[in-house]
């Protein structure tokens, strides 16, 4: 029997985010769905944008079990379904993500970041959000072939719907998760990217709050796993 893995993709990007994870996948084990979350993609008008409602569009779109994949916001998303369900996640990938930002000023302030760049958002093309999206220092050294991947899914966003995700679901507007992570006992891999320090030291802390985590770093990748180093998200998948 087919094994389905559930993919969900990070903030601006759509479900095509993992086609070059889908295509390395085992097609004789796995069977794979990527949803475009709320306010992004086509799912773009969706509303309300919540963690609530990404829940429950997961949830309906899966097999009473599955394989739970998660990037950055995905990965945030992820830790809400397998904690609403978690009789139905047999395993957890989390890639280069985070439980949420504990102190409480410096989620406003992310908060207030957030809603700055949704300002922006609300009155920008999308070539001009991806083009301030793709210019954070979190995601310096992307090689060019990557990039290229990643700027032509950014595309197939909608700029006042990626305003909207960002005052749903940004990371200024979630609950953080820690202190519910011994919650999951099912098999987690936490996957980062060795010059992604930031998200090293968030997957150092996910893998030691999660009862059954292991941490991989994969070497010389950076942030965006999904596109720059797609087999060691598939590995990672294989793993569990």
């Not at 992004?40 to 409602?53: E, I, L, N, T």
């Not at 908060?111 to 609300?122: I, K, S, T």
Request: glycine share 10%.
């Amino acid at each position: 029997m087919l094994t389905t893995v559930v993919l969900l993709h990070g903030f601006a990007g759509t479900g095509r985010a993992w086609d070059q994870v889908m295509a390395r996948l085992d097609r004789e084990r796995y069977t794979a769905v990527a949803p475009d979350l709320r306010g992004h993609g086509g799912a773009r008008d969706q509303r309300p944008v919540s963690f609530a409602g990404c829940v429950q569009d997961v949830l309906a779109a899966a097999p009473a079990r599955f394989v739970l994949c998660g990037y950055s916001l995905g990965g945030r998303i992820a830790l809400h379904v397998a904690l609403a369900a978690p009789e139905r996640v047999e395993a957890l990938v989390l890639v280069a993500t985070t439980a949420g930002i504990e102190d409480t000023g410096a989620r406003a302030a992310r908060r207030a970041d957030d809603e700055a760049l949704a300002v922006f958002a609300d009155t920008a093309t999308i070539e001009q959000f991806a083009d301030r999206w793709a210019a954070q220092p979190l995601f310096a050294g992307t090689p060019p072939d990557a990039a290229r991947i990643w700027r032509e899914d950014l595309l197939r966003n909608d700029p006042h719907a990626l305003a909207a995700a960002l005052r749903g679901f940004g990371s200024g507007s979630m609950a953080p998760l820690w202190e519910r992570l011994g919650e999951l006992t099912m098999p987690v891999t936490v996957l980062v990217g060795e010059r992604d320090a930031k998200f090293v030291a968030l997957g150092e802390r996910l893998a030691g709050a999660l009862p059954e985590a292991e941490l991989v770093v994969v070497p010389g990748a950076g942030h965006g796993l999904p596109r720059e180093a797609p087999q060691a998200v598939v590995d990672a998948i294989a793993r569990r």
